[in-house]
T-cell receptor, first 116, second 110 residues
Framework: GAGVSQSPRYKVAKRGQDVALRCDPI?????LFWYQQALGQGPEFLTY????????KSGLPSDRFFAERPEGSVSTLKIQRTQQEDSAVYLC??????????????FGEGSRLTVL | RKEVEQDPGPFNVPEGATVAFNCTYS??????FFWYRQDCRKEPKLLMS???SGNEDGRFTAQLNRASQYISLLIRDSKLSDSATYLC???????????FGGGTRLMVKP
C-alpha cells in the first residue's frame, strides 16, 4: 500500500532480549519520527530524522534505545536488554517537510511490544 | 506537569449531542496547534489545525486562547462514528516534534 508500513505488528520479548522494529515510510517523505504510546496515554516523542540525519533524539528514554535511517528511507528502532516498562506501541510517522506548517504526520499502525 | 494536558474522559454522549473538549499547554512559546483523532487500536490521524481566529470544519470547531494557553474542540450533532480518542497536539517554535496530550476519549451512544 501507499501508507507507512511497520513490522512486526506484534512482538513478545522476554526481559533482557534485544528487539528491532522496522518502519517503511511513504515514498519521498524526508521526515521520519518514532513515538512511543503506552496503554491509555498519548504518543510520546522518541526521535526525528530528516533524510538520513538524526536531528533530534531527545526523547529516547535511555541508551538502550537506538534508531537509524542509514539511506534516508527505511528506519529501524532497536531496543537492547528490554525491560517490562518498554511494553508499548511504537509508532512510526513520516511526512514531507511541510509538516512544520500543516502539522500532518502520517502514522503507521504501530508495532506492539510486550516484554514479559 | 505534562506539557499538554487533557481530561482523559470518557465522555459518554447520546447521538446528536454537542460535546466540547479542552486542552491546556504549558509552553508559551508554542507556535502551532492541532487536533488528531485516534480510533481504538489504530493510528492517530490529523483532524484539523487550530488557528488563533478559530476555525470550523463541518460539525467541528476548534478555538485557541493564547493568553490562557487553552485549546478547545467542539463537536456538534455527534455521530456514532465520532467515537474515538481526540488528541490535542502542540508544536513549539523551535521544536523538531509534535507534542501530544494524553487524549480525551469520546463515546457516542445511540
Amino acid at each position: 500500500g501507499a501508507g507507512v508500513s511497520q513490522s512486526p505488528r506484534y512482538k513478545v520479548a522476554k526481559r533482557g532480549q534485544d528487539v528491532a522494529l522496522r518502519c517503511d515510510p511513504i515514498s519521498g517523505h524526508v521526515s521520519l519520527f518514532w513515538y512511543q504510546q503506552a496503554l491509555g496515554q498519548g504518543p510520546e516523542f522518541l526521535t526525528y530524522f530528516q533524510n538520513e540525519a538524526q536531528l533530534d533524539k531527545s526523547g529516547l528514554p535511555s541508551d538502550r534505545f537506538f534508531a537509524e535511517r542509514p539511506e534516508g528511507s527505511v528506519s529501524t528502532l532497536k531496543i537492547q536488554r528490554t525491560q517490562q516498562e518498554d511494553s508499548a506501541v511504537y509508532l512510526c510517522a513520516s511526512s514531507l517537510r511541510t509538516w512544520l506548517n500543516t502539522g500532518e504526520l502520517f502514522f503507521g499502525e504501530g508495532s506492539r511490544l510486550t516484554v514479559l | 506537569r505534562k506539557e499538554v494536558e487533557q481530561d482523559p474522559g470518557p465522555f459518554n454522549v447520546p447521538e446528536g449531542a454537542t460535546v466540547a473538549f479542552n486542552c491546556t499547554y504549558s509552553n508559551s512559546a508554542s507556535q502551532s496547534f492541532f487536533w488528531y483523532r485516534q480510533d481504538c487500536r489504530k493510528e492517530p490521524k490529523l483532524l484539523m489545525s487550530v488557528y488563533s481566529s478559530g476555525n470550523e470544519d463541518g460539525r467541528f470547531t476548534a478555538q485557541l486562547n493564547r493568553a490562557s494557553q487553552y485549546i478547545s474542540l467542539l463537536i456538534r450533532d455527534s455521530k456514532l462514528s465520532d467515537s474515538a480518542t481526540y488528541l490535542c497536539v502542540v508544536k513549539e517554535n523551535a521544536g523538531n516534534m509534535l507534542t501530544f496530550g494524553g487524549g480525551t476519549r469520546l463515546m457516542v451512544k445511540p
